[in-house]
């Protein structure tokens, strides 16, 4: 059957996904997990740069080929599940700003080697999965009042930016200031901001890939002026796995310690509020929402999220995650697991072109406009916060701080927590404050002593 042609009621693979029933077709759908994959195939670069040994994290970091490799798997396996199961066009990938807790916050703030980070990792996607499951689920989210939730995706959207301008030479550090502003003559600097300004533009001319068409452009650019080295080669088999395969499994006796308990937390509680919200947005814009507004398949999404988090620890990355560019292939027709299950097939490609992600992955000048761009994107939750009641403003405007400014994600989450239910019982309104939240604030405030010790 030809991929242009609307595909017939009776056939199995249109029953299951519902092609038909939602005004698509197989073309539709394969060229919208291709659009997908171009919104959102950064990752494969900027992943291995954030978390890699030739990063910033050095020799503490994770071999950079096996990164990129399982970044590609990861997404593969994670993608594949939510197509096939959950029949969301939706696709999953490692996470950006998790991994940024993942190397800044664990592994350089905490001191925590890489392989008990991934145990942490492990775990949380399997406590994600229990909660998912079950309708523990659904009181956990109505527990986080949803001004706390959008301080916490903002707040990591200024970290995650914060990284890309530190990346980029454009804030360095001061003795006398703690930060000030870079050196514009220099080489790398100018890169960055060029790259920045490219990728800017490709946003606001609303081209799908725009962050991706940055990067291959800054690229280009740096090769020509020699900022960037060229590659031996174009394409390699994949490999590297077996320096971080099954390391989450086995390092797990590790990772229950007090520290591991935080990273855990943190972990499942800002990918357990990230992915709802995306799995939510995504079907709201492609008008798969029930009529009084429920997720239908709730479970099975989210159970997809987790699935995808614990596998992608066990191969060797970062929290693995529903990915917000998914917007981008819904925005081209895709309606159906299927425009995921096309995006999976590109992952699976791209998985053999390691040396050119590797150029990139290397050059934190050519990466760093990829950061700042996602951290404005994520930033956006701060106009939905209601800033002119204090006891929503205070908690919410130090958790988006705290996160920068500590250089860690963990810290703002804990001090927003912590203020949260305070504030709430000043204003008169402790009623109000789940039970949850004092739970969270105890585990919290014994987290800021742990850090003091």
Do not use: C
């Amino acid at each position: 059957m030809s991929t242009d042609a609307q595909p017939r009621p009776e056939s199995r693979l249109d029953s299951y996904f519902g092609v038909t029933r939602l005004g698509s077709t197989y073309k539709r759908e394969i060229m919208a997990g291709t659009v997908t994959f171009l919104a959102m195939s950064y990752v494969l670069a900027v992943n291995p740069s954030v978390l890699g040994d030739q990063g910033q994290l050095g020799p503490l970091g994770i071999p950079t080929q096996a990164v990129f490799t399982a970044t590609a798997v990861a997404a593969v396996f994670g993608t594949l599940v939510m197509g096939l199961w959950a029949r969301y066009p939706v696709a999953l990938a490692p996470g950006m700003g998790l991994n940024a807790f993942f190397a800044y916050s664990v592994v350089l703030g905490m001191g925590i080697p890489w392989q008990e980070a991934l145990s942490g990792t492990f775990l949380s996607g399997v406590i994600f999965f229990v909660l998912a499951v079950t309708k523990v689920r659904e009181k956990i989210i109505d527990a986080i009042p949803m001004q706390m939730k959008l301080a916490v995706g903002a707040g990591i959207g200024m970290f995650v930016a914060f990284l890309g301008l530190k990346n980029a030479g454009v804030v360095v550090a001061s003795d006398a200031t703690l930060v000030h502003l870079g050196d514009f003559t220099k080489g790398s600097t100018l890169l960055a901001l060029f790259g920045l300004l490219l990728t800017v533009i490709f946003m606001v001319l609303g081209w799908h890939g725009a962050v991706l068409y940055g990067i291959v452009a800054t690229t280009v650019v740096g090769v020509v002026s020699g900022l960037v080295e060229l590659p031996d080669s174009v394409v390699a088999m994949p490999h590297g796995l077996d320096q971080t395969f099954g390391q989450a499994i086995v390092h797990l006796p590790d990772a229950f310690t007090g520290q591991m308990v935080i990273v855990v937390l943190t972990m499942l509680f800002v990918d357990f509020f990230d992915a709802s919200g995306t799995l939510i947005g995504i079907a709201n814009q492609a008008g798969l929402l029930g009529p009084d507004g429920r997720l239908p398949r709730a479970a099975q999404a989210l159970a997809a999220d987790s699935v995808g988090t614990t596998a992608g620890a066990i191969i060797g990355t970062s929290t693995t995650t529903a990915y917000v560019e998914s917007t981008a292939g819904v925005s081209a027709g895709g309606r159906t697991g299927l425009t995921a299950v096309s995006t999976a097939a590109w992952f699976l490609v791209a998985m053999f072109f390691f040396p050119l992600f590797a150029v990139v992955a290397g050059a934190p000048a050519v990466t760093a406009p990829a950061l700042v761009v996602v951290g404005v994107l994520m930033a956006r939750a701060l106009g939905e916060i209601d800033w002119h009641k204090l006891e929503y403003a205070i908690p919410a405007f130090l958790t988006v701080v705290m996160m920068p400014l500590t250089y860690s994600i963990a810290n703002g989450i804990a001090m927003g927590l912590l203020f949260y239910p305070v504030v709430m019982v000043a204003r008169g309104r402790g009623r109000e404050v789940h039970w949850v939240m004092w739970v969270l604030m105890a585990v919290f405030l014994g987290y800021f002593f742990f850090l003091a010790e």
